[in-house]
């Protein structure tokens, strides 16, 4: 432990909900030139204490004891006037999502502007020059042009840099930051990232930084905080806790961080003829008008994907990553269906047409499991209900009744049979998924299109579901196209992987070659940029 | 659903809108029971007579109760409104949900005439239609039924549309299910919440709807004791009695605001984030 005085110190810190214990005993210190990384899954409690440290609750929440100290002066004895001068002058803070914690109508600037006149009392013309100082210092070309600008011209990672340049311009004390990257696409997360951990060097700002990426976290952090169930269950240095971690749950949370060195498929896919095979998939988005038909005007659509080729073997896991935006999930819908498309498409040695073209043989061979269980399981359905559809549609297995066969279903996916007759609103994100996962196998197919579906899960609940499908190979000899911004879990357990970028596919490559010397340029920016876990 | 209800008496519009339609309901169903008078007997000796021990309400031009009038006209009005509002309801919400799953091309056209008769004004199309088919109690609640069903197709095509964009749906697709059980099993119990709640609104305006056309002479015809026919009738002898302009007058904005509250109340009841 470090002998400095904190700048920002909770000291047994309680809080709740109504009836339910959000926050208890919470301690933490940050000293000054130190990051205090906190992690925790969703539902832990570490958004609950950024926002006491802001004094900004909701009025549900009811506070117990304990101090929050920022050098030294209890912010729970502040007087909203108070705070509001103390809230991005000597605490700031950097949210999620920059495009929610910018102001649409106002220039970026702006942004940054005002907290220079507000806290450091400049006039005008001084806050304008120091903006553009900042803007310069955190790293975005033509800082004066850029300030003109509106949030909506710019990009994710411009925005986050203007949000960092606003909380680094009234000199904080101490930073909180919430998620910063995770709406980021990879690359830009880590730019963002190391300008971070420089600025935060040359400032010696003291911070908090929240994640829910233990990786991630123990990169940048001196120490890591653990949040499990409202209590810090520990809260060592950085090296410590990831190699050597003290307590079962950070064990557990440890273990569950996909290493791309650690294999979790051996078996490599048979010698076979694909089970779905694209050649030069090309998918445009929107629509000719009428009007511009007639006048035979018609200009080319955007292509959400161009000219990809790929094809999977039976019981193959080609994983295919990519920022958003880069055309995964719209390979993914051609493929089921779900959008039109140019080019060829086989399935088992027969030609697809389009989606028109595909019977109820494709359908059941071709299964997809979304991102979001709570999107892609009708709330007003129970769960028998769900899983009786495919059923119906592409037939019970032999000897079982409706009702058995839905429970079967559950026991494949290791849920209790009595699920089937709960909500979707009754389950928790994992089972949901689960459930998802159970109404795609229900047509016994070949080939599971999974489009991120571990994204929204917690990393333990993702550790379990990529476990289950793995089993699920196992038994039924499943291939998995399985869609991912997550390289280091993907290449645990895919066979071959493919790079798209921008709706271009850039590589294709067993899993062992990728990032190798000839490997495609973005594809290496990809990989460098990936944290992986230290220890 | 009981929990949809515990909540909506929770909130206080719920429970004096809901209070005050229940009560409209038993004068519908057993106003002429709970009637002190006949309401079409005259008492020759007390036209006109103004609120008092023996006419609670006052008389009419013929003597007739205006009390026992009101309760028994409750169950006009009442079944007209729900009525005209429960066929504009199931037509705009089949044709908006329709309108939104199929999309492209159909979808624009379907809009764009919903557009063309939401332009006329709503009054002046059920006038339009009452002359077309004459004037009758029900001629009008097919009028009112048909003016409200672009607006509730816009309404439901605008939720229905939020539907269609959800994986639950893409799934249905994908797996192959028919459009009808798509938008019938899959897409419509998810749009009814918002559906309901607006349809209880538009009962006041049906409500207030039918009185105008009554009072034009164009809905309920005389001896009914629809309440804007009263209010039509009370008319020429305002001066002589206002008491009979007066009392039904009231009984119509007074439902129309129980279910504007009962409206609002259900809005807060089934949206979860409230």
């Not at chain 1, 009025?59 to 920022?70: K, T």
Request: with cysteine.
């Amino acid at each position: 432990m470090s002998e400095a005085p904190a700048v920002l110190s909770v000291e047994g810190y309680d809080l709740s909900y109504g009836r339910f214990a959000a926050l208890r005993d919470i301690r933490l210190a940050v000293p000054r030139g130190q990051v205090l990384g906190l992690v925790g899954e969703s539902g832990s409690g570490k958004t609950s204490l950024a926002y006491a440290i802001m004094r900004h609750l909701p009025h549900s929440a009811v506070e117990g004891g304990g101090a929050i100290r920022l050098s030294g002066q209890d912010l729970r004895a502040m007087t909203a006037q108070q705070m509001r001068h103390i809230r991005g002058s000597r605490l700031g803070m950097v949210f999620q999502d920059p495009s929610a914690s910018l102001n649409p109508t106002l220039r970026l600037g702006e942004h940054v502007i005002e907290v220079l006149r507000r806290h450091k009392r400049l006039t005008r013309p001084e806050a304008r020059d120091r903006t553009e100082a900042m803007l310069r210092r955190v790293g975005l070309r033509e800082p004066a042009a850029m300030m003109r600008r509106y949030p909506h011209e710019a990009s994710g990672g411009e925005k986050q840099r203007v949000v960092i340049a606003a909380a680094f311009a009234a000199e904080p004390e101490c930073l909180l930051l919430d998620e910063p990257t995770t709406a980021l696409d990879v690359i830009t997360a880590r730019q963002i990232l190391e300008l971070f951990t420089e600025l935060q060097a040359e400032t010696g700002v003291a911070a908090l930084y929240i994640s829910h990426d233990l990786a991630l976290v123990s990169r940048i952090a001196q120490r890591v905080a653990v949040i499990h169930r409202g209590r810090v269950v520990e809260n060592d240095p950085a090296a410590q806790v990831f190699s050597n971690p003290r307590e079962e749950y950070t064990r557990r949370l440890v273990a569950a961080v996909p290493r791309p060195d650690l294999r979790l498929v051996r078996d490599a896919p048979a010698e076979a003829a694909p089970v779905l095979a694209v050649q030069g998939m090309t998918v445009r988005y929107g629509r000719q008008g009428l009007l511009q038909r007639l006048a035979g005007r018609a200009a080319p659509l955007p292509a959400g994907a161009r000219e990809v080729s790929l094809e999977l073997r039976p019981g193959e896991i080609l994983g295919v990553v990519g920022e958003s935006g880069s055309g995964k999930s719209t390979i993914a819908k051609a493929l089921v269906g779900l959008n039109g498309f140019e080019g060829a498409l086989r399935h088992e040695g027969r030609s697809i047409a389009g989606p028109a073209a595909m019977d109820r043989d494709y359908r059941r061979a071709v299964q997809i499991v979304f991102q979001h269980p709570d999107a892609s399981l009708n709330p007003r359905q129970s769960i028998g209900q769900i899983l009786s559809r495919p059923l119906a549609l592409y037939g019970t297995p032999d000897g079982l009744s409706r009702r058995d066969a839905v429970a079967a279903l559950l026991e494949e996916v290791q849920l209790p049979a009595d699920f089937a007759q709960r909500y979707p609103h009754q389950l928790s994100g994992g089972q949901k998924q689960r459930v998802a996962i159970a109404r795609a196998f229900a047509a016994r197919p070949k080939v599971v299109i999974c489009d991120e579906i571990t994204s929204s899960l917690d990393v333990s609940i993702q550790a379990q579901i990529v476990q289950l499908l793995l089993q699920l190979r196992e038994r039924f000899g499943t291939g998995y196209l399985f869609i991912t911004h997550d390289l280091n879990l993907v290449r645990q357990i895919a066979h071959r992987i493919a790079v798209m970028y921008r709706g271009d596919l850039v590589e294709l490559a067993d899993t062992a070659a990728l990032g190798g010397p000839q490997s495609h340029a973005y594809t290496r920016a990809l990989l460098d940029a990936v944290p992986t876990p230290v220890g | 659903m009981p929990d949809t209800l515990r909540h909506l008496l929770r909130t206080p519009q719920g429970l004096i809108g809901g209070g005050i339609i229940l009560m409209a309901l038993l004068a519908a169903i057993g106003g002429p029971a709970i009637a002190p008078f006949d309401p079409e007997a005259f008492h020759v000796r007390a036209r006109f007579s103004g609120p008092g021990a023996t006419y609670w309400l006052g008389t009419d031009q013929f003597g007739r109760d205006i009390l026992s009038r009101i309760l028994a006209g409750a169950r006009s009005t009442l079944f007209l409104a729900v009525a005209a509002t429960a066929l504009g309801t199931v037509a705009g919400a089949v044709l908006g949900t329709l309108s939104a799953f199929i999309g492209g091309w159909v979808d624009e056209a379907l809009m764009r005439i919903v557009d063309a008769v939401m332009a006329i004004p709503n009054l002046l199309f059920t006038l339009l239609i009452v002359t077309v088919l004459g004037a009758s109690g029900v001629n009008a609640l097919i009028a009112l039924g048909i003016a409200f069903t672009p607006g509730m197709a816009r309404i439901t095509r605008s939720v229905a549309l939020a539907v269609r964009q959800q994986d639950f749906v893409n799934a249905a697709v994908a797996r192959g299910e028919t459009g009808s059980f798509i938008v019938l099993r899959e897409m419509l119990p998810n749009v009814v919440g918002p559906i309901i709640v607006e349809a209880t609104i538009r009962v006041a305006f049906a409500v207030m709807g039918l009185a105008t056309l009554s009072f034009l002479g164009l809905g309920a015809q005389p001896p009914s004791s629809e309440w804007g026919l009263m209010v039509a009738e009370a008319r020429p002898y305002l001066f002589r009695n206002a008491w009979m302009m007066l009392f039904p007058g009231l009984a119509i904005a007074l439902v129309a605001v129980a279910f504007n509250l009962f409206g609002d109340g259900l809005r807060d009841a089934l949206n979860p984030r409230a």
